[in-house]
């Protein structure tokens, strides 16, 4: 228990301290610049299609890894129980 503890403290620590440092040195610099508001929305409009396949394939794979992994488990199952039920040779 004192070892888990120990790593509790530990873990948040480190991330406190890699929230601090970034924080400090991690900040992104802008530079000023002229920009046509067509080529911004452009970019914009790209940016947003891109994020919303991302976040789709991210999602669809997880549901098709998780179906897939219980359809899988349901199915060893059944085979098991038949395999146990030809295996029961007691008489009733």
Do not use: H, P
């Amino acid at each position: 228990m004192v070892n888990r503890r120990r790593l509790l403290v530990q873990i948040t620590t480190a991330a406190l301290i890699g929230i601090l440092i970034y924080i400090q040195f991690g900040s992104i610099l802008a530079e000023a610049s002229t920009i046509n508001n067509t080529e911004v929305l452009e970019e914009k409009n790209n940016m947003d299609i891109t994020m919303l396949i991302w976040t789709a394939s991210i999602v669809g794979g997880s549901i098709i890894c998780t179906l897939s992994y219980v359809s899988w488990k349901k199915y060893n199952a059944e085979v098991k129980s038949k395999e146990e039920a030809k295996k029961d040779k007691s008489v009733d």
